[in-house]
């Protein structure tokens, strides 16, 4: 993966040993123990997916599912790739080119291919799939509002945007050394691409967790409380509105742009949650407690049928 690139100023051997070594641990760390922990998640949050969706086959379709399972899969995959390759750079890097690793605190850039083109490309396929997702349950929630179609359009270009400077960077340029000669316009597509996902992210985030706030207050206060299922709590909207993908993008986005040695351990830590979090939401639409085109109405008929209910009560109590 492509680094901002830095400008040692300080010229002391021993601080700059330390600052290296400092540097080693983190990204070791990073992909060993933080990166394992993500990647156990993700696994079980795939795991439970395919099996939420295999046990509501009923309601869908099979090429539907077939194709629900294929996404689930791709996901766990590119994922499991992803951690293999970040790993595998941490090997190269600190084991088998430790004598030059160590001479710099900021990190080195390894040449192009292997284990980096490993890494790169399964992140590029996250981010669209993960990304796609989004935009997909934009769609779904605002496709019923009367601005849809002027809200709509943002999302799509971002997407677009995301997509198209992630294939220039990843797969065209993909064999061009980051920082070599004339080819540092990598480094500018890569960056231009988070900073796009990072906006598309923050977008989504604010208007789907904004309509649904707002549905459920405005429901509450004229009709009831709506069915337990949907939307019961704060924290049931703010995962379905990918709330914990944007708070992660953050410190990612952060240390890329600084540079900072953290970035590698930020980057496996995104890279698991673009996944994790558009499962846990395939999780609920599965189950029937996620926002749906049928949601309102049939909030609104379960409140009929309450109101029913209650009639016929009152009508026996006072037969009786």
Known sequence: MASASSTLTDSDPDQVRAQAAFTANLRIIGSMTIGGAFYGFMS???????HSLIQTRQSRSRKHLVFLLAYVGTLWLAGTTAIVGMSGIV????????STSLESPYVQN?????????????????????????VWRFKVVWSMSHFYRYLIAAPVILYLGTSILGFLAFIVFGNHPVTAG????????????FISSFCLNVYITAFIAGRLFLYRRRFKANWGSPDTSHYSSMGSILIESYIPLTICTI??????????PAEYMAALILGEMQIIAPLVVMIRVSRGVAWGSSTAPQSLEDVVDRMIEAHELRTVQGAV
């Open 251 to 260: 410190p990612f986005l952060a240390t890329y742009l600084l540079n900072h």
């Open 44 to 50: 079980t949050a795939a795991a439970l997916c395919a």
């Open 91 to 98: 090997i190269e890097t600190y084991v088998i080119h430790a």
């Open 110 to 134: 390894l040449a192009p291919g292997g284990f980096t083109m490993v890494a790169d490309i399964p992140f590029w396929i996250i981010c669209m799939l993960s990304d796609g997702m989004m």
């Open 182 to 193: 004339n080819d540092t316009y990598n480094l500018y597509l890569v960056t231009t691409m």
